[in-house]
């Protein structure tokens, strides 16, 4: 799957996760601390977002992640 | 089978603790959303407190409950911590010695992180089980403290760690495990466990820690599913939601706990939102209410929830609780056992409650001066004679004879009972 369609899937797993922020605004760049969200939130970004695409990965892959687009790069190397 | 599992339980809750609402804004961390991590106290352990001590004042209750006779079965006594403060030298041996045990037995102690104590109370039930010597006892005593500020400098491994400070208790959990499981009969051969290499949180300096709080978030997450998939598979037919009447976690936070609890809710049972919350305050909190009230004991927190548990849930008829325990670094293990209205009679005879309230409570201006006094004992002291009237309100506090630190000498560590 594309890197942006990723994107598109994660920021609806923030929309669900954190109501307040309007994903519309989120860039790739940022980091999901900026936007409010604190370990656990993060944490359930992550298991949404996996769930929405239907991956299954240990959730420990995603330990050195800083921002979103580390996070969609996990994702996207699931695919390959 | 023959049954086995805890036949006495006691928590020592410390003499001391702190608001962490206070101290969260004492240190200026970012408060939105503070509440949801669902931390009330913590527990902090006074100079004249070391884990020799905290371990002791958890076990004395269960030795005085003992006949001369019942005393002299305990053959091993096993020392479950990340606090010790020798390499070689095990706490056992103090510890024997100031419980006054019978000499045949086995002292040593072993670390794995916050699952120490589960290793500890599973090293105990196979000594049973195993009837190599038909009545033995074995005394488990997990016992942690925190005394100690976040490694200096660094990168990942100290990012968002600050949470560290709030959650970070201090105390100990005695277990007597032997073929008369009055309080938490176990249900063999019913383990699952899991373990990988993973570098999330680590105490690689004598008198301070270092961690990547997400990494051991996720790290928690990934082993609470795989141990009780594991569980399932040697135990056919087990179910998250059906199969315990109660749920007692290895607690660094309670939000984290009660997110670990809806991720399991959602996976195992594809749960709604409403049905997982009213599930969480039925199954978990019970074992949530000592746990916020000491913090994260490591070692010991897992027998924390368990005791929280027992002391705090309904019992009418035999409940089974599962138990699932986690350590850094990482091995972790989900567990099972049978508690009996008799077992929550057990817990109560020791008034953990009780002693909890008794705490003496800190001010923000001791609990900074008790951190500098704290090191006066850093990890490699020779000779240093404890300072008696630093807090003393506190040593004055919980209402039972108490074991504190009197002096060091020549790095052999001497100790004195406070009435």
């Given amino acids: ?80 | 089978m023959q049954p086995v599992g805890i036949e006495m339980l006691n928590v020592f809750g410390g003499s001391a603790y702190l608001d962490v609402d206070q101290l969260a804004s004492h240190r200026g961390l970012d408060k939105t959303r503070f509440d949801n991590l669902l931390m009330k106290e913590k527990s902090v352990a006074l100079p004249y407190e070391d884990p020799v001590s905290l371990g002791v004042n958890a076990a004395k209750p269960i030795i005085d409950a003992l006949s001369d006779s019942e005393k002299d079965r305990i053959e091993m006594l096993i020392t479950c911590t990340e606090s010790s403060f020798d390499f070689g030298k095990s706490m056992s041996s103090y510890m024997h010695d100031y419980l006054g045990l019978n000499r045949n037995c086995r002292l040593f102690e072993i670390k794995s992180a916050c699952y120490s104590g589960t290793t500890g109370l599973q090293m105990g039930i196979n000594f049973v089980l195993s009837q190599v010597s038909p009545g033995a006892k074995a005394l488990v005593i997990a016992t942690d403290i925190s005394r100690f500020l976040v490694a200096e400098g660094g990168g990942v491994l100290s990012e968002g760690w600050s949470f560290a400070e709030p959650s970070s208790g201090a105390g100990a959990a005695a277990m007597l495990v032997s073929d008369r499981p009055y309080v938490f009969q176990i249900d063999v051969g019913a383990n699952g466990y899991y373990g990988f290499e993973v570098m999330d949180t680590c105490r690689p300096v004598a008198d301070s820690e270092a961690g990547d709080s997400d990494l051991s978030l996720l790290s928690y997450l990934d082993c609470l599913e795989q141990s009780f998939t594991e569980y399932q598979k040697r135990v056919p037919g087990a179910d998250y939601l059906e199969s315990f009447s109660y749920l007692a976690f290895h607690t660094p936070f309670g939000g984290m706990i009660k997110g670990a609890h809806r991720t399991m809710m959602r996976k195992m049972r594809k749960a709604k939102p409403d049905i997982i919350e009213v599930d969480f305050e039925e199954r978990v909190f019970p074992g949530l209410v000592y746990c916020q009230r000491v913090g994260n004991i490591m070692g010991a927190t897992t027998a924390l929830s368990l005791a929280s548990t027992i002391e705090n849930g309904t019992f009418d008829t035999p409940r089974r609780i599962g138990c699932f325990s986690y350590g850094s670094g990482c091995c972790s293990e989900f567990f099972s056992g049978v508690v009996t209205l008799e077992s929550q009679q057990h817990i109560r005879d020791f008034g953990i409650t009780e002693k909890l309230n008794q705490r003496y409570q800190l001010s923000m201006d001791e609990y900074d001066a008790l951190i500098e006094k704290s090191a006066t004992v850093r990890f490699g002291t020779r000779n240093v004679t404890l300072d008696t009237t630093f807090i003393s309100e506190a040593r004055e506090s919980v209402n039972m004879p108490r074991l504190f630190l009197k002096e060091i000498k020549e790095y052999h560590r001497l100790y004195e009972w406070v009435q």
């Fill in chain 1, 1 to 80: 799957m594309e890197k942006e369609s990723i994107f598109l899937v994660v920021k609806d797993a923030i929309a669900d996760v954190l109501p307040d922020v309007d994903t519309e605004a989120v860039s790739i760049e940022q980091n999901l601390k900026s936007l409010g969200a604190n370990s656990i939130d993060r944490t359930e970004i992550v298991m949404s977002s996996m769930e929405k695409l239907g991956i299954k990965l240990p959730l420990v892959s995603f330990g050195g992640v800083e921002n979103i687009e580390d996070m969609v790069d996990v994702m996207v190397d699931a695919y390959r």
